[in-house]
């Protein structure tokens, strides 16, 4: 589920739009009226609008006084709805959005919690000309009816919050998971058409990628050297950067992953590398949110691997102790496994007689996790210190 939340001050033009009122559009919509919120009854677009003006007078600096808000299920999700469950829709995305407080980094609020709930609103279903997907239109008063300005610093990130929230207790798809398949596919694709290439070639590389069916965008310097890419497929795009572990896709990199591809005392590459995959949920492993550098990663981590994190950093001594964690599961699961992909080192079995290039056995592969872990530890510890409870004692 995708949604969109804007604040604007053109508030009249955006209800005609929703209402169905603007003549403007070139293949017109199917309509319907799903609710409104501390409205009267039965008013056109102007007298909604004159309303939400009325309640926002307490405020004259206020430009923006409406928020534009967006919410587009995917249509496999919605297609036995009746307009009591788009109105629950809409009810439960309101609950949600409102919850969302918005922070920086170091924990300080940029965007409080908002009351749209509390605010005069009306909502409309549109079905699409062609197609017939459906998604819900709302608009929003700024002022809410105690008086209160709803914050709109943020409010696109406030409404894919929300929309993120309801989508996984509805058990449905989120926008992020799609992109993240997607990402996946892309990344899969790349690796095999350069898997087949005979020899290294960058024209024969955006050929293969044109043959499974990508729109190839390229960026050249002064000097007509590549310095990136952007595959589009459908409608959505994505950069070198996006796509393949450890930026292995990018222009720069091109060559050197083909290399790597077809070099014959490294061809167990791929199936060493999923050894190091922590992008997918196996039994036995612990899901995790990782932050590093502004960037969050979802990691599912062998529990063993946790057990060494929690014993490394008990938090009933450690201060930091979260922090610590945080740090040697990225390197754990993060760090390692791009370095893993670029630079994957064969393994020995441990048991008599086993080639050089055989993966792991079960129980080799948890010692090796395992000691991997004690180390990523104590890079956690290297790198930001431990600090201790205020009158712990060993």
């Known amino acids: ?35 409104d919120n501390n409205l009267p009854p039965g008013l056109d677009p102007s007298g909604i609008w004159n309303s939400m003006k009325l309640t926002s007078m307490s405020h004259p600096r206020l430009t923006n006084n409406l928020i534009r808000i967006e919410i587009s299920p995917a249509p496999e999700h919605t297609k036995d709805f009746t307009p009591e469950d788009w109105k629950q829709l809409w009810l439960d995305f309101g609950e949600e959005f409102d919850k969302q407080e918005i922070k920086d980094k170091n924990g300080r609020i940029l965007s409080p919690k908002t009351n749209i709930k509390g605010s005069k609103s009306t909502v409309w279903l549109h079905e699409e000309s062609g197609s017939g997907i459906p998604h819900l239109h709302a608009a929003v008063c700024r002022v809410d009816e105690d008086g209160n300005t709803n914050n709109d610093r943020n409010t696109h990130l406030r409404a894919q919050r929300a929309a993120e929230r309801i989508a996984r207790k509805r058990g449905w798809q989120t926008a992020a998971n799609i992109r993240e398949v997607s990402k996946k596919q892309v990344g899969k694709d790349c690796l095999d058409v350069l898997r087949r ?198």
């Not at 209800?15 to 919509?29: D, Q, R, W």
């Not at 167990?268 to 036995?284: F, K, L």
């Open 197 to 394: 290439m005979d020899k290294w070639s960058l024209n024969d590389y955006f050929d293969g990628l044109r043959a499974k069916g990508y729109d190839v965008m390229t960026r050249t310097d002064e000097a007509g050297i590549l310095r990136g890419y952007v595959l589009r497929k459908g409608n959505s795009k994505f950069k070198a950067s996006e796509i393949g572990k450890g930026r292995n896709l990018m222009a720069s990199k091109l060559e050197g992953t083909w290399n790597k591809l077809h070099n014959t005392t490294e061809q167990h590459t791929r199936d060493d590398y999923n050894h190091y995959d922590y992008t997918v949920y196996r039994s036995g492993t612990h899901r995790t949110e990782i932050e590093h550098d502004g960037i969050s990663y979802t990691r599912f981590i062998p529990e063993p691997v946790m057990k060494v994190f929690d014993d490394s950093f008990d938090y009933r001594e450690t201060e930091n102790w979260a922090d610590l964690i945080n740090e040697a599961s990225y390197h754990f699961a993060v760090a390692m496994s791009f370095m893993a992909f670029l630079n994957v080192q064969t393994y020995t079995s441990g048991g008599g007689g086993s080639s050089d290039n055989e993966l792991p056995k079960k129980r080799d592969d948890l010692e090796e996790e395992i000691a991997r872990a004690r180390r990523c530890a104590e890079a956690a510890r290297a790198k930001i210190g431990v600090v201790r409870k205020r009158g712990f004692r060993r």
């Open 1 to 35: 589920m995708i949604a969109k939340a804007k604040s604007i001050s053109h508030g009249i033009n955006d209800l005609n739009y929703i209402t169905g009122v603007s003549a403007n559009k070139k293949h017109p919509e199917r309509i319907f009226h799903i609710c």
